[in-house]
């Protein structure tokens, strides 16, 4: 029998304060085998043995057989029984600590699952927390060694280059849960102390609870969301050992415990929610993209520019200049501007992506040089395969208004893709691009907007054009 704080023998001694640390024990406080302990009236020496299935005394309170002297088991002094040899009479004893037993770890694992409380009950205060330490880094560890094996599979593939990317995943995998369980320490105690519960073996008692709980991390083995079960198993049995361990309220305990993992759970899978369906959304947006454009041949990155623009202008803030569409809060990529022998065209004097890598105050910056020399009555300007012809359209115009023009991208093709304030047309380029034109100059004219400027003049520079570049449309038959 020893003292939960120091291990100091405590047989055939009074209830009271340990001699070596103070900390006040009682036979009542342990548990033992039955028929293990001789409990001795401390009047007489008479031996009585503890038959109930904690070891102790049963009832716990009557007369010596002996002296007649009324006594109760925590009067009593403790001896160990002689039949026991070498063998420990003490029921409860942490199992990691007894370096005599065989697969110790796995013993721990389990009584940090099963019976986390009993397992710090029989852990020492004083002396056991380098042991905490070593058995979590086990479990970290342990593992952790999946990730790697994975990682080394992959490798195999060409899927993870050098022993650098395994040293950071050794790194991740191991100093990460031990930072987390130090953080998760502290703050657990600050709680305990915020709520005035008694903590009378301090902070490292606290650590002990959590890290010999830490058995429960081994879940993170499992595929897919293992973490997060092993994170809020462990979340469930460290309350529950340091609930024993201070002799707190049980309350506290799991509020301060178990509180801030649960916090963390919570917020992880309230992001990977935001992102499911955040990528549902995002899909079922694509899909409606692909069906006002299933008519078109409009590549992706143009039905992305496209849906940006159109968003602008039904907002009433269209761009002055295309290229303000781009930037990294922006989902349109500098390659919807490529053309067939151009990927990455030139807007002023920087590259589009240059542009699109730009600090947002730069962009802008360099996108007012370009215009401040625009007239203000701009029709039409053109960015690589892109003409827009978005400016003056506001949001409730006729819906057949072009927003912009996708040249062909291909060569040899002769198809030019048409985007509507609502939907999208195609158009050849060769016999019927300039009657698609008038068309839309009638529209326009109804509108109250300029003319564009024939197909050849738009497909021929970059603008900006303006009215004075248009044609008055001509009357087209079966056009109001």
């Not at 403790?78 to 942490?94: D, H, Q, V």
Request: hydrophobic share 45%; charged share 15%; with cysteine.
């Amino acid at each position: 029998m020893k003292c939960p704080g120091c291990e100091y023998e405590l047989w055939n001694l009074k209830a009271g304060p340990c001699p070596e640390c103070g900390r006040p024990f009682k036979p009542s406080d342990f548990d033992f085998l039955p028929n293990a302990v001789k409990f001795c009236c401390p009047h007489c020496s008479q031996a009585y043995y503890g038959t109930n299935e904690n070891g102790q005394l049963e009832p716990d309170t009557f007369d010596c057989v002996s002296c007649g002297r009324h006594v109760t088991t925590d009067d009593m002094l403790l001896l160990p029984a002689e039949a026991l040899g070498k063998r420990t009479p003490t029921k409860s004893i942490n199992p990691w600590l007894d370096s005599n037993r065989k697969r110790r770890w796995f013993a721990t694992i389990a009584a940090g699952f099963g019976q986390p409380g009993r397992l710090l009950e029989a852990t020492p205060a004083i002396g056991s927390s380098s042991r905490a330490t070593s058995y979590a880094l086990l479990n970290f560890v342990m593992a952790g060694m999946f990730i790697l094996v994975l990682m080394a599979v992959a490798s195999l593939g060409g899927g993870m280059g050098g022993g650098g990317d395994f040293l950071l995943a050794l790194l991740a995998v191991v100093l990460g849960p031990a930072v987390l369980m130090g953080v998760w320490t502290l703050v657990a105690h600050g709680i305990l102390k915020l709520f005035k519960q008694p903590t009378p073996d301090g902070l490292g008692r606290t650590y002990q609870a959590i890290a010999f709980t830490s058995g429960a991390w081994l879940l993170a083995l499992l595929p897919c969301f293992g973490w997060t079960f092993g994170f809020l198993a462990w979340s469930l049995c460290a309350p529950v050992a340091v609930y024993r361990a201070h002799k707190c309220k049980l309350w506290a305990a799991i509020v301060a415990t178990g509180g801030p993992p649960m916090a963390v759970v919570l917020a992880v899978a309230g992001l990977y929610a935001w992102l499911i369906f955040g990528t549902v959304g995002m899909m079922q947006s694509m899909n409606v993209q692909q069906a006002w454009a299933a008519q078109s041949q409009l590549d992706f990155e143009v039905i992305m520019l496209t849906n940006e623009l159109r968003d602008n202008v039904k907002a009433g803030t269209p761009p002055l200049h295309g290229a303000s569409l781009l930037g990294q809060s922006s989902l349109t990529p500098y390659s919807a501007f490529a053309e067939a022998n151009n990927f990455d065209v030139l807007i002023g004097t920087h590259r589009a992506s240059q542009l699109d890598m730009m600090d947002p105050n730069r962009r802008e910056a360099a996108l007012r040089a370009i215009t401040s020399t625009w007239p203000s009555d701009v029709t039409a300007h053109r960015i690589g395969r892109i003409i827009f012809t978005h400016h003056g359209i506001d949001p409730g115009d006729d819906p057949a208004l072009w927003l912009l023009i996708e040249l062909p991208n291909t060569p040899g093709d002769t198809i030019a893709d048409a985007v509507h304030l609502d939907g999208a047309s195609m158009f050849d380029v060769g016999t019927g691009a300039q009657f698609e034109i008038d068309q839309q100059n009638q529209l326009r004219a109804k509108a109250g907007l300029p003319p564009l400027p024939s197909f050849q003049t738009m497909t021929a520079g970059t603008g900006p054009w303006t009215a004075a570049d248009g044609t008055p449309p001509p009357a087209t038959p079966g056009v109001p």
